[in-house]
């Protein structure tokens, strides 16, 4: 016998009110607001009542401020009559952390907690407020919680709470193992099956699996069928982009091969340790280390449960860190997200997607939330709004790790033992996208849990800890990390030269009822699989113990090139990793040259050149990124010493990041960013070259470069099976290819997401292409970074790299309404020039400061230089380039290769004097705090610096509640 | 014999490697084991002068930060611990390492009242560079009077004292560590980052072995930690020495802690 109690601790003890900030940003400051914990105990009821309660008081509330109440039953306390209430709670099966630290407690405390059960939830009370119940719902259910995974109930004043047990059971399903008719199945019916079954396979991938079991005389299992689904899909395999390609006439192999990765071959740096074939690409640091690098994205889980998807997209690259070699470090995450403008009209988001703000404010949140709990300093990245995100967010994050070298190699022998260790397995993420579209209903406990992932950043910390203590101890001889696929990816890919064995009995499972397919291919978070030596077992499974991680032995890995699955001793699949790993059909695309972006002037409407440039600094783009990035703890393990903000104020942006990955002066990591989404639609060649000269003028900037520079892609792009589209992907590989070949940066890995689409009006509309390029620069000694903010008066100012700017894929264009038009040029000759100057010129000292020249151009750029050099002013005078180009494309125009440089008035001939590029001293900075922009006589710009910061701090003010 | 310290550690704690290098930079030989590690072998603390709380979320800051930390320490160590604390040997606490002492009793300690660090006004976590003074409190530490520049980065951190009688009243000026200082007094938000009352942002136990502190001296244990540092580069660029910087480094309270007596 259990009894159920219902525990509500509330901050009336708080002198300061105990009102909750994020429920007052929703409801106003004139209501009072108030945030109450919930914990419903399941407690063996030979427990005495008075335990529970001082368990309640000494460690539930544990403190002054809060105060305990304990029902039994579902139960909670009196409440004033004005009060309204709004209870939110995990719907049961969503993974729900906090329980998980309850239970610790409950066990420490001595309750039998193998008998205990605990749920948790919370109750928003709204004081002297009569809202509708309509109203109080839609608020909550907008703003606090998710109804994809939480239950809500509202209750207007007077009106007795009642909430349903949170400990429903879950139905065990049909624990059995199916076989699929296949090899009988017409063309209608084979779709029908993969369609049932949500495996998204084609008729050609089904011809081919029915070939082969047509061969083998006999159906395939469920199981089977699953697995090869995994396998083959596009998130696991990258079909579409590794499958050949008619270009035009042309046929493309397999077109990064032949682009991205060919240059990479090309060059032969030495410093590549493994590229393109673990889970993140390794470059060396020392003779020592090495450091792994490696973005992900995390786009559709994002726009569903945009807190939930952020944050497992961050856990999910972290394992890719986990899983490199034998394991890395992770020391910096980096995160860059593109989303809807912020002021995007109601009747303009598509149905089922959340309005752009609400996504901001889950992913950042997500975020922040994961990298803070694991401790890794989320130190980089770019946020951008635009109108063609606004179905279909995207969301990178990146994870940077340090590994000793002789960790770098791994090898999966017979014999060893198949461990898993980390979190438990559950339906979590199983089909989830056929869920999307569904209506909740009483399947929803089921199916929610699928739908969307939750994470548990503690769990992944204690993974990395237990793991890492492991591999210093030498106790296991490979490992990766259970991704999109789950167990099926992670033992198919290690398996895939010797073969494997698994009971799938042994998994530790979050619920009873799992059926061995879903077992196989759950995507639970925060899970490694381990290839151990049975001599090891016995220490590791000491260690696990210690970090209070759980493991448990899969099976083993086997010399028969078979992939044998058991359930409770049952074969439930039994197939050739030959077949798994080598049988997809590949499939001919067809592309063909993008189709040009209409042209469209823009229309300014008659305003000046400061509006423009206040409009430009006001748009969340270019608008101060502060209020996100202090809500990362972006200096945790203490090896960041060029951080993303700067000057006196630490407000002023910085270009990239810098680290000391060993804390010691031997050497400095840059870590940055280039993404030009505004490029794409006029060349998607420029946009892959562009790219990659964004990021690298990013790091060159901040102290990088050109000697030991690498390069990571990522594609995000839209519907692939458009010829124009797909056509769009080969012109970006190939203009990125030819960059990274002109700064001798090799590609070291990369990931594709493909199929970025959403509904609007109707149809079915394609995301911006956008190519993210990240870039790592190693350099021996102390950090040599700038930083961007203005030092000292009276100084000069160079503008470097003195090349074209035009509004072709300019903000300002973006913003105007403007498309098509004249744009820059990426050149292989004069950009790697232009950087390899910048970079000696800061190396020799002489720079007291240096930033890129991008989003809003060279006004922006200055703009943001003064902002960060307290009480500084600028006067250019653009007189210097001639009669050619127009005010605008001076002021506001775009192009690769352009750096702004603060340097002492007596170092500026020199410097000029022995630059072989163009070099032009634009102006000099002053100490009268304006931005000041002269063409001869004529006054273009002349605008209080002060104002300019104002207007660059607002637009993403407030948006996280609480004070600013 | 050299300076023993030993860094506990558990399930989220994650600012112990730079905690372990402050400690190794100031000359202390140091251990960090995990806290179930200790609890297994408690006399383990016998060998050691100095006992540190790092900062982290440690079990995801889950029901109040530090709070699960807290609950195992007081039902699996509490008395080894308190044992440790009444020798007289040093016990610092960071950011969630002192949110556990705090919730442990340890801070402020035996006498009458309770403190909570309560949720941050702004209503979230936030890392940001705050100006400090040492106060009357902190001088087993720290130079009274001196000022810091340290960052902080928490989303509890909001000093509230409770007298005996439960009811919230000031903490007592000679025990109060750091403080936050900024352009007017009290300290406006941020440069006092959550709120606390009488700007505090560290306090001591009656006898000032056990300090706690919200900001994070270990984060700023070279020159080029410094948020600005690039503003005080020599005449020829190079980076700042540490004489070159207007405030101490953090790890001045672990070199003091070390290499001086109580």
């Given at each position: 016998?259990?009894?159920?109690?219902?525990?509500?601790?509330?901050?009336?003890?708080?002198?300061q009110?105990?009102?909750?900030?994020?429920?007052?940003?929703?409801?106003?400051?004139?209501?009072?607001?108030?945030?109450?914990?919930?914990?419903?105990?399941?407690?063996?009821?030979?427990?005495?009542?008075?335990?529970?309660?001082?368990?309640?008081?000494?460690?539930?509330?544990?403190?002054?401020?809060?105060?305990?109440?304990?029902?039994?039953?579902?139960?909670?306390?009196?409440?004033?009559?004005?009060?309204?209430?709004?209870?939110?709670?995990?719907?049961?099966?969503?993974?729900?952390?906090i329980?998980?630290?309850?239970?610790?407690?409950?066990?420490?405390?001595?309750?039998?907690?193998?008998?205990?059960?605990?749920?948790?939830?919370?109750?928003?009370?709204?004081?002297?407020?009569?809202?509708?119940?309509?109203e109080?719902?839609?608020?909550?259910?907008?703003?606090?919680?998710?109804?994809?995974?939480?239950?809500?109930?509202?209750?207007?004043?007077?009106?007795?709470?009642?909430?349903p047990?949170?400990?429903?059971?879950?139905?065990?399903?049909?624990?059995?193992?199916?076989?699929?008719?296949?090899?009988?199945?017409?063309?209608?019916?084979?779709?029908?099956?993969?369609?049932?079954?949500?495996?998204?396979?084609?008729?050609?991938?089904?011809?081919?699996?029915?070939a082969?079991?047509?061969?083998?005389?006999?159906?395939?299992?469920?199981?089977e069928?699953?697995?090869?689904?995994?396998?083959?899909?596009?998130?696991?395999?990258?079909?579409?982009?590794t499958?050949?390609?008619n270009?035009?006439?042309?046929?493309?192999?397999?077109?990064?091969?032949?682009?991205i990765?060919?240059?990479?071959?090309?060059?032969?740096?030495?410093?590549?340790?493994?590229?393109?074939?673990?889970?993140?690409g390794?470059i060396?640091?020392?003779?020592?280390?090495a450091?792994?690098f490696?973005?992900?994205?995390?786009?559709?889980?994002?726009?569903l449960?945009?807190?939930?998807?952020?944050?497992?997209?961050?856990?999910?690259?972290?394992?890719?860190?986990?899983?490199?070699?034998?394991?890395?470090?992770?020391?910096?995450n980096?995160?860059?997200?593109?989303?809807?403008?912020?002021?995007?009209?109601?009747?303009?988001?598509?149905?089922?997607?959340?309005?752009?703000?609400?996504?901001?404010?889950?992913?950042?949140?997500?975020?922040?939330?994961?990298?803070?709990?694991?401790?890794?300093?989320?130190?980089?990245?770019?946020?951008l709004?635009?109108?063609?995100?606004?179905?279909?967010?995207?969301?990178?994050?990146?994870?940077?790790?340090?590994?000793?070298?002789?960790?770098?190699?791994?090898?999966?022998?017979?014999?060893?033992?198949?461990?898993?260790?980390?979190?438990?397995?559950?339906?979590?993420?199983?089909?989830?996208?056929?869920f999307?579209?569904?209506?909740?209903?009483?399947?929803?406990?089921?199916?929610?849990?699928?739908?969307?992932?939750?994470?548990?950043?503690?769990?992944?910390?204690?993974?990395?800890?237990?793991?890492?203590?492991?591999?210093?101890?030498?106790?296991?001889?490979?490992?990766?990390?259970?991704?999109?696929?789950?167990?099926?990816?992670?033992?198919?890919?290690?398996?895939?030269?010797?073969?494997?064995?698994?009971?799938?009995?042994?998994?530790?499972l979050?619920?009873?009822?799992l059926?061995?397919?879903?077992?196989?291919?759950?995507?639970?978070?925060?899970?490694?699989?381990?290839a151990?030596?049975?001599?090891?077992?016995?220490?590791?499974?000491?260690?696990?113990?210690?970090e209070?991680?759980?493991?448990?032995?899969?099976?083993?890995?086997?010399?028969?090139?078979?992939?044998?699955?058991?359930?409770?001793?049952?074969?439930?699949?039994?197939?050739?990793?030959?077949?798994?790993?080598?049988?997809?059909?590949?499939?001919?695309r067809?592309?063909?040259?993008?189709?040009?972006?209409p042209?469209?002037?823009?229309?300014?409407a008659?305003?000046?050149?400061?509006?423009?440039?206040?409009?430009?600094?006001?748009?969340?783009?270019?608008?101060?990124?502060?209020?996100v990035?202090?809500?990362?703890?972006?200096?945790?393990?203490?090896?960041?010493?060029?951080?993303?903000?700067?000057?006196?104020?630490?407000d002023?942006?910085?270009?990239?990041?810098?680290?000391?990955?060993?804390?010691?002066?031997?050497?400095?990591?840059?870590?940055g960013?280039?993404?030009?989404?505004?490029?794409g639609?006029?060349?998607a060649?420029?946009?892959?070259?562009?790219?990659?000269d964004?990021?690298?003028?990013?790091?060159?900037?901040?102290?990088?470069?050109?000697?030991?520079?690498?390069?990571?892609?990522?594609f995000?792009?839209?519907?692939?099976h458009?010829?124009?589209?797909?056509?769009?992907?080969?012109?970006?590989?190939?203009?990125?290819?030819?960059?990274?070949?002109?700064?001798?940066?090799?590609?070291?890995?990369?990931?594709?997401?493909?199929?970025?689409t959403?509904?609007?009006?109707?149809?079915?509309?394609?995301?911006?292409?956008?190519?993210?390029?990240?870039?790592?620069?190693?350099?021996?000694?102390?950090?040599?970074?700038?930083?961007?903010?203005?030092?000292?008066?009276?100084?000069?100012?160079l503008?470097?790299?003195?090349?074209?700017?035009?509004?072709?894929?300019?903000w300002?264009?973006a913003?105007?309404g403007?498309?098509?038009?004249?744009?820059?040029?990426?050149?292989?000759?004069?950009?790697?020039?232009?950087?390899?100057?910048?970079?000696?010129?800061?190396?020799?000292?002489?720079?007291?400061?240096?930033?890129?020249?991008?989003?809003?151009?060279?006004?922006?750029?200055?703009?943001?230089?003064a902002?960060?050099?307290?009480?500084?002013g600028?006067?250019?005078?653009?007189?210097?380039?001639?009669?050619?180009?127009?005010?605008?494309?001076?002021?506001?125009?775009?192009?690769?290769?352009?750096?702004?440089?603060?340097?002492?008035?007596?170092?500026?001939?020199a410097?000029?004097?022995a630059?072989?590029?163009?070099?032009?001293?634009?102006?000099?900075?002053?100490?009268?705090?304006?931005?000041?922009?002269?063409?001869?006589?004529?006054?273009?710009?002349?605008?209080?610096?002060?104002?300019?910061?104002?207007?660059?701090?607002?637009?993403?003010?407030?948006?996280?509640?609480?004070?600013? | 014999?050299?300076?023993?310290?030993?860094?506990?550690?558990?399930?989220?704690t994650?600012?112990?490697?730079?905690?372990?290098?402050?400690?190794?930079?100031?000359?202390?030989?140091?251990?960090?084991?995990?806290?179930?590690?200790?609890?297994?072998?408690?006399?383990?603390?016998?060998?050691?002068?100095?006992?540190?709380?790092?900062?982290g979320?440690?079990?995801?800051?889950?029901?109040?930060?530090?709070?699960?930390?807290?609950?195992?320490?007081?039902?699996?160590?509490?008395?080894?611990?308190?044992?440790?604390?009444?020798?007289?040997?040093?016990?610092?606490?960071?950011?969630?390492?002192?949110?556990?002492?705090?919730?442990?009793?340890?801070?402020?300690?035996?006498?009458?009242?309770?403190?909570?660090?309560?949720?941050?006004?702004?209503?979230r976590?936030?890392?940001?560079?705050?100006?400090?003074?040492?106060?009357?409190?902190?001088?087993?530490?720290l130079?009274?009077?001196?000022?810091?520049?340290?960052?902080?980065?928490?989303?509890?951190?909001?000093?509230?004292?409770?007298?005996?009688?439960?009811?919230?009243?000031?903490?007592?000026?000679?025990?109060?560590?750091?403080?936050?200082?900024?352009?007017?007094?009290?300290?406006?938000?941020?440069?006092?980052?959550?709120?606390?009352?009488?700007?505090?942002a560290?306090?001591t136990?009656?006898?000032?072995?056990?300090?706690?502190?919200?900001?994070?001296?270990?984060?700023?244990?070279?020159?080029v930690?410094?948020?600005?540092?690039?503003?005080?580069?020599?005449?020829?660029?190079?980076?700042?020495?540490?004489?070159?910087?207007?405030?101490?480094?953090?790890?001045?309270?672990?070199?003091?802690?070390?290499?001086?007596?109580?």
């Amino acid at each position: 016998m259990r009894q159920t109690y219902t525990v509500t601790i509330d901050a009336t003890g708080d002198p300061q009110g105990g009102t909750d900030p994020q429920a007052t940003a929703v409801v106003g400051a004139q209501v009072a607001s108030f945030r109450d914990d919930l914990y419903f105990l399941e407690i063996p009821a030979s427990e005495p009542r008075a335990r529970v309660e001082e368990f309640a008081e000494s460690f539930l509330a544990g403190d002054p401020a809060r105060r305990a109440t304990v029902r039994e039953g579902i139960a909670f306390p009196e409440r004033d009559a004005t009060e309204s209430v709004a209870l939110v709670a995990r719907k049961p099966g969503v993974m729900d952390p906090i329980a998980a630290s309850v239970e610790h407690a409950l066990a420490d405390s001595g309750f039998p907690v193998a008998e205990c059960d605990v749920r948790t939830g919370r109750r928003y009370r709204f004081r002297n407020w009569s809202p509708s119940r309509e109203e109080l719902k839609g608020l909550i259910e907008s703003h606090l919680a998710n109804p994809l995974v939480d239950d809500c109930a509202v209750f207007l004043g007077g009106e007795a709470e009642a909430w349903p047990s949170p400990f429903r059971a879950h139905a065990a399903a049909d624990l059995g193992c199916a076989t699929v008719a296949l090899r009988q199945a017409d063309a209608t019916e084979l779709q029908r099956i993969s369609d049932d079954g949500g495996l998204s396979l084609s008729l050609e991938e089904l011809e081919t699996i029915q070939a082969h079991y047509r061969q083998l005389d006999r159906e395939p299992t469920d199981v089977e069928l699953e697995t090869l689904a995994q396998t083959w899909s596009e998130h696991c395999c990258h079909k579409t982009f590794t499958s050949p390609i008619n270009y035009e006439g042309e046929t493309i192999g397999n077109l990064l091969k032949e682009t991205i990765f060919a240059v990479t071959d090309e060059l032969n740096a030495p410093f590549c340790l493994s590229v393109f074939r673990d889970n993140a690409g390794v470059i060396a640091l020392d003779d020592e280390w090495a450091l792994t690098f490696k973005v992900e994205t995390h786009n559709h889980p994002s726009a569903l449960e945009p807190y939930g998807g952020a944050g497992t997209g961050i856990g999910g690259v972290i394992r890719d860190t986990l899983g490199t070699g034998l394991g890395a470090r992770p020391i910096l995450n980096t995160d860059v997200f593109c989303f809807g403008n912020l002021d995007t009209p109601a009747d303009q988001i598509p149905q089922g997607s959340l309005p752009p703000r609400r996504v901001l404010q889950g992913v950042v949140s997500g975020v922040r939330d994961y990298g803070n709990r694991m401790g890794i300093p989320t130190a980089n990245g770019a946020i951008l709004f635009h109108p063609g995100y606004v179905g279909n967010p995207l969301v990178f994050c990146g994870s940077l790790g340090l590994i000793p070298r002789n960790c770098i190699d791994k090898k999966v022998s017979p014999g060893d033992l198949i461990v898993a260790i980390g979190g438990r397995t559950g339906r979590d993420g199983i089909h989830g996208a056929t869920f999307s579209s569904r209506e909740l209903t009483e399947e929803s406990e089921t199916l929610s849990a699928g739908a969307v992932q939750i994470g548990n950043p503690i769990e992944e910390k204690k993974v990395q800890d237990a793991q890492l203590r492991a591999r210093d101890e030498g106790l296991y001889s490979a490992v990766t990390d259970c991704g999109a696929g789950g167990f099926s990816s992670a033992v198919g890919e290690m398996g895939e030269e010797c073969g494997a064995e698994v009971e799938l009995s042994n998994a530790p499972l979050k619920y009873a009822g799992l059926q061995p397919r879903e077992i196989w291919i759950s995507e639970a978070q925060e899970r490694m699989v381990l290839a151990v030596p049975p001599a090891n077992k016995e220490r590791l499974f000491e260690i696990l113990a210690e970090e209070e991680v759980e493991g448990c032995v899969l099976g083993e890995f086997k010399a028969d090139g078979m992939l044998r699955l058991r359930f409770h001793g049952d074969v439930v699949a039994e197939m050739s990793m030959q077949f798994l790993h080598d049988g997809l059909p590949r499939t001919t695309r067809h592309a063909s040259r993008p189709e040009p972006a209409p042209e469209r002037e823009i229309d300014l409407a008659g305003a000046s050149h400061g509006e423009l440039l206040r409009r430009l600094m006001g748009h969340p783009t270019i608008a101060s990124k502060e209020p996100v990035i202090r809500q990362y703890d972006h200096e945790v393990q203490g090896r960041i010493v060029l951080g993303p903000l700067t000057g006196e104020e630490h407000d002023a942006p910085n270009d990239a990041v810098a680290l000391r990955p060993l804390r010691d002066d031997s050497n400095t990591v840059v870590v940055g960013c280039g993404i030009q989404p505004c490029l794409g639609e006029l060349d998607a060649y420029e946009m892959g070259a562009q790219s990659v000269d964004e990021a690298v003028r990013n790091v060159v900037a901040s102290g990088g470069n050109l000697d030991e520079l690498a390069l990571l892609d990522n594609f995000a792009w839209g519907n692939v099976h458009d010829p124009h589209i797909l056509g769009a992907a080969v012109e970006c590989s190939r203009g990125a290819a030819d960059a990274a070949r002109a700064y001798g940066a090799p590609f070291v890995s990369g990931k594709d997401s493909l199929h970025n689409t959403f509904r609007a009006g109707g149809v079915s509309r394609s995301i911006p292409h956008t190519l993210l390029v990240s870039a790592v620069s190693v350099v021996a000694g102390a950090p040599l970074a700038p930083s961007s903010d203005l030092k000292e008066a009276g100084s000069s100012l160079l503008l470097v790299g003195a090349t074209a700017s035009r509004l072709g894929g300019s903000w300002l264009q973006a913003l105007h309404g403007g498309s098509g038009g004249d744009y820059a040029r990426f050149d292989p000759h004069g950009g790697p020039e232009i950087a390899r100057l910048v970079a000696d010129w800061i190396a020799s000292g002489k720079v007291l400061a240096c930033h890129d020249l991008s989003e809003g151009g060279l006004s922006v750029a200055a703009a943001e230089m003064a902002i960060g050099g307290s009480g500084s002013g600028v006067q250019m005078q653009l007189g210097v380039f001639g009669k050619g180009p127009s005010d605008l494309e001076l002021l506001f125009g775009e192009g690769p290769h352009r750096f702004l440089m603060e340097v002492r008035e007596a170092d500026v001939d020199a410097l000029i004097n022995a630059a072989e590029i163009p070099v032009v001293e634009i102006g000099r900075v002053t100490d009268d705090g304006r931005l000041s922009i002269l063409r001869d006589e004529t006054v273009l710009v002349d605008e209080p610096v002060a104002e300019l910061r104002a207007q660059w701090k607002e637009p993403l003010r407030g948006v996280w509640g609480g004070v600013e | 014999m050299s300076f023993r310290a030993l860094v506990v550690r558990a399930a989220g704690t994650n600012c112990d490697g730079e905690t372990v290098a402050a400690l190794e930079d100031a000359g202390a030989a140091v251990d960090r084991l995990h806290v179930n590690h200790i609890a297994g072998s408690p006399q383990l603390l016998d060998d050691y002068q100095m006992l540190v709380f790092p900062g982290g979320f440690t079990f995801g800051d889950d029901v109040a930060s530090g709070a699960v930390l807290a609950h195992t320490v007081r039902q699996r160590l509490m008395e080894p611990v308190q044992r440790f604390v009444e020798s007289g040997r040093r016990v610092l606490g960071v950011c969630n390492g002192f949110q556990a002492l705090v919730r442990l009793g340890l801070l402020p300690g035996n006498d009458n009242g309770r403190a909570s660090l309560l949720p941050n006004l702004s209503g979230r976590f936030e890392d940001r560079w705050v100006r400090l003074r040492a106060g009357a409190g902190a001088a087993p530490w720290l130079e009274p009077g001196q000022e810091y520049l340290i960052p902080v980065a928490h989303a509890e951190g909001r000093f509230q004292f409770f007298g005996a009688d439960g009811a919230a009243c000031d903490f007592p000026e000679q025990r109060i560590a750091v403080q936050y200082v900024g352009d007017s007094t009290p300290t406006p938000y941020p440069q006092n980052p959550n709120g606390s009352q009488q700007d505090i942002a560290g306090i001591t136990n009656e006898a000032g072995n056990v300090l706690g502190l919200m900001p994070h001296p270990e984060r700023f244990l070279a020159p080029v930690q410094h948020p600005h540092w690039t503003r005080f580069r020599g005449a020829d660029g190079a980076p700042p020495r540490e004489q070159d910087l207007p405030v101490p480094l953090g790890v001045e309270l672990y070199r003091r802690a070390v290499r001086t007596a109580l």
